[in-house]
Each structure stands twice: as C-alpha cells, then as structure tokens.
C-alpha cells in the first residue's frame, strides 16, 4: 500500500463535527480544550449555529482543528502517509501533517488567513458558481467572453467535468449563461462569501506573505503536493510562495490526483467532514483506494483495516 492523506476545504463543514471524537478520545479532548483562539471553536464546531461556523474567519480554524486532532490520532496508532495534500484550507493541514507547521503556527495561520480572505471580499458584488458537463478549454471560453464585465475565472479543477467559475458577480452569471450555451449540463451558484481563488484575492496573499515572515516552516517529513500546480514542490518553489500563489489562483485538484496515481499512490485517507474528495478520486482515478473519516466510528474501520494488515 501506498499511502497518502488528503484534507477536505471549506464548504465540508457541518454543525457537530468533531463531537463524537471528543466524547470518545482524550487526546482530542486535550487538544480542543487546550485552543486559545478569539472564540471556542469547540461550542462552534458542536452546538453553531451554522451561519457562524460557514464564515471563513471561522470556518477555516474550525475546520483545521479538527483536521489536527484527527491527524495526531492517525499517526499515534501508526496511520503514517507517505505524502499528502488539501483542497485549498486543506493544505495547511496537508503541511501540519508534513511536519511543516506545528499545532499553534497552522491553526494561527489559517485564523489569519479566513480573516483577510474575508476581508479581501468585503465589498465586492462577487460569485461563484460550480460548472457541470464542460471541458476546461471550453469554460476557459466562456469566462474570455464574459471578461468584458469584470474579473472571471476557472478556480477550482475540481474532477473531469466538475469545475467552479469565480469573480464579479455580472462576469461571473454571464460566463454561466456561455457555459450552458457551449454544453455545460448546468451550473449552480454557490453560498460562499467570497471570489476564492481568483486574483481578487490579491489582498490575502499579500497578508499571508507578510505572516509567512514572521513564522518557521519546517522542512518536509514526507511529500505535499500543492493546490497552485497540482504536483509536488519543484526545485524553485517555496512553501511561502506557494501558499501565497495558492489563495489568488486556481486550485487544481484534477491535477493534484493525476499525479498521486502517477506516483503509485493506491490509497487515500480523506480527512474531514463529507465525502467530498472521495468523489473526486472516484471520478478521476477509480483505480485508487479511498476512505474518509468523519466520524470516530469513520476513523475505527481506517485504524482496524491498517492494523488488519493493509499496509
């Protein structure tokens, strides 16, 4: 078996998350009770309400938390990767999971980075809407020919024929209205706060270059492979740069799964609340083994199939 880790994004979260971890595990008991954010993501995580746990400024360090905890109790019964990545938030979890990043610098980080995110929205007339049943080159045509009204781009490859379109909201209904008349099945506006992904989101990478100053980065126990060019680190990149690039840009996740199977990886372990990169995988490379864990009943069947021999 060859292993690796991959960690759910924003839009997975859901009220009560975490919960049944904290009832049954002490160590992620410990962890939750000893956070010292500006508010309890325990009560947020557990109780909501679900308006407040879908903002990013708390979205973000709810959903990284709860990646921690579970990731400690995956390595302490011997569930080691030997790489991992993230949809766009996931990725600092994919780094925590590396070594990269310790429980305090990851969980700050990722509270600074849904703050300034949402501050790089505050404003702006923005949307986002997920495409189905279009090739990339196809949409990449239909956001030229809605450029005219505002910034629009491709921000998520998420799997073959899944894609989201991201920007100013007039450019952003207009490339949909393209999309469609060029064969898309259909596209559906999401709930977010934000033009995520795009170059309107310079402001954020801006912040997150300056946080990045500030912190250590240690180096890598295994492979991540990164959102911005769905591949491992290459000989001229940095992680601060990467992350920087990471928030403004296309997440590429099609990519990011093409090359784990190019790599030989066999088996994921999606970590998170939902599904949701299961499905991906599933519809990009069925040949790779996948588990999520959800759930503390979720994490029991990883842990028992590992020690049952599957390594």
């Not at 009770?33 to 009560?43: E, H, T």
């Not at 008349?181 to 990478?205: D, I, N, Q, W, Y």
């Not at 912190?215 to 992350?243: H, K, Q, S």
Request: aromatic share 10%.
């Amino acid at each position: 078996m060859k292993l690796a880790f991959v960690y759910a994004g924003q839009g997975s979260q859901r009220v009560g998350m975490g919960q049944d971890f904290y009832e049954q595990y002490p160590a992620f008991r410990a962890f939750l009770d000893g956070l010292s954010l500006d508010f309890d993501v325990k009560r947020l995580c557990f109780e909501g309400p679900g308006e407040k746990l879908s903002q990013t400024r708390y979205t973000q360090p709810c959903m990284a938390a709860f990646a921690v905890g579970v990731t400690d109790l995956l390595l302490a019964e011997g569930v080691v990767p030997q790489a991992a990545a993230g949809l766009s938030l996931g990725e600092y979890s994919a780094l925590y999971a590396a070594g990269v990043f310790d429980r305090r610098t990851v969980l700050d980080t990722v509270a600074l980075r849904g703050r300034v995110m949402e501050e790089a929205a505050a404003g702006l007339a923005c949307g986002m809407t997920a495409v189905l049943g279009l090739d990339r080159d196809n949409l990449q045509r239909a956001c030229d020919g809605a450029s005219a009204l505002g910034v629009v781009q491709i921000c998520n490859y998420n799997c073959p024929g899944q894609l989201v379109i991201g920007g100013e909201k007039a450019a952003v209904d207009r490339a949909g209205e393209l999309a469609k008349e060029l064969g898309a099945r259909r596209c559906m506006p999401l709930k977010v706060s934000g033009p995520f992904h795009t170059r309107l989101m310079r402001p954020a990478g801006d912040a997150l270059r300056e946080h990045f100053r500030t912190i250590p980065f240690g180096a890598m126990r295994f492979p991540v492979y990164f959102n911005c060019t769905g591949d491992r680190m290459g000989p001229e990149d940095t992680i601060p740069a990467l992350l920087e690039r990471q928030v403004q840009s296309p997440v590429r996740w099609e990519d990011t799964i093409r090359a784990l199977e190019r790599d030989g990886f066999d088996t994921v372990v999606e970590i998170g609340p939902g599904r949701t990169l299961s499905g991906f995988f599933k519809k990009t490379a069925p040949g790779i083994r996948t588990y999520s864990i959800d759930t503390a009943e979720d994490f029991r069947k990883v842990v028992s199939e590992w020690k049952g021999g599957a390594q």
